[in-house]
């Protein structure tokens, strides 16, 4: 390890400016939160030991050696930022469709990608910023750069986590966060338990939204996201009700003291309002972006009844998706 090191050149770095930026600058207590993980992908052995070697044990670094081990690990425990290392042979193809698959999936939409790239793989790096990454890191690697520009890209995703937890505002659509519907909900739910009251949700989905994605850019996507959310939060009008962006793609549109009847009159209106947007997407069925909605009427019955009531309306969900998409299937 020692001569790892010394072709480093990290012992003239100083093992506690490292230390700082591993700790984000702070002096860690005893109860030091749980490290940052990072997934780190295609990695060479001399990489992987620069990453190893900086960052000593304070980062949960996961290595993926191909796509398909990445794309699996960041399903199974989201990372917090992912490092992709672009061999000097490697496929621009494989490179960029990894970064839009992170960029759709919802386990790490939000997560910082920095590239690693020597100076032959600079275009594939450059188109890869504009489609998502948030950064380029040239090879061979300084470890005093790494860390500093890791931690960065880490303090501003800890900033926007924290943000939007606290606002209750999701920094992509402007309608409310996943955190603040399921407090909504629960609230709802037991207050229809106590009142003997029906609640309704609908699951709103975009219809082959992955492939938009893919064509135009997340930033494009993005876009559509937000005016889809403002035309869907202007038809849910009652103070009780609320619409939030739920995974990915989709939205969810809690409808509190509303029965069955009441709710398919809501859905509708959405679904017209999204074909009355037009917006456009030449490649999906009438040339428009649409949506697909699962509606679930239940009155609670116990205080741990709402999953399986949000798992109707994902049921009823993927009912519309298989009759043809661009409508609403109910349950029960």
Not at 18 to 25: E, H, K, M, V, W
Not at 196 to 214: E, G, Q
């Amino acid at each position: 390890m020692c001569e790892v090191r010394s072709s480093l050149g990290l012992e003239s770095l100083g093992v506690a400016v490292l230390d700082a930026f591993s700790y984000g600058g702070q002096v860690q207590s005893m109860n030091m939160p749980m490290p940052d993980k990072l997934l780190l992908i295609n990695a060479s052995i001399a990489n992987r030991a620069v990453f190893k070697i900086t960052f000593k044990g304070r980062r949960d670094i996961q290595a993926a050696s191909d796509a398909g081990e990445a794309m699996r690990f960041a399903d199974r425990t989201p990372p917090d930022l992912i490092a992709l290392d672009i061999g000097d042979d490697q496929d621009a193809g494989i490179v960029h469709g990894m970064i839009k698959h992170f960029r759709n999936a919802p386990t790490t939409r939000n997560t910082p990608i920095v590239l690693l790239a020597g100076a032959a793989q600079e275009p594939v790096a450059i188109r890869g910023l504009a489609l998502g990454a948030v950064d380029f890191i040239s090879k061979p690697l300084s470890p005093l750069v790494l860390a500093a520009r890791v931690q960065r890209h880490l303090d501003l995703k800890h900033e926007r986590d924290n943000l939007a937890h606290h606002s209750g505002v999701d920094q992509v659509s402007g309608v409310a966060s996943l955190s603040h519907f399921d407090a909504h909900a629960d609230r709802e739910w037991r207050r229809a338990l106590r009142h003997h009251t029906k609640v309704s949700v609908a699951v709103i989905d975009v219809d082959n939204f992955r492939a938009y994605n893919d064509l135009h850019g997340y930033v494009a996507g993005d876009e559509v996201l937000r005016q889809l959310a403002g035309a869907l939060a202007d038809e849910i009008r009652r103070p009780s009700d609320l619409l939030a962006r739920y995974h990915g793609d989709q939205f969810v549109a809690l409808l509190p003291d509303t029965d069955g009847t009441g709710a398919g009159h809501v859905a509708d209106r959405l679904l017209d309002r999204v074909r009355d947007l037009r917006l456009p997407y030449a490649d999906n069925d009438g040339g428009h972006v649409t949506v697909s909605i699962g509606l679930a009427t239940l009155e609670p019955n116990s205080r741990d009844g709402l999953p399986e009531f949000l798992s109707l309306a994902a049921d009823a969900l993927g009912s519309a998706k298989q009759s043809g998409r661009n409508q609403l299937k109910t349950l029960p």
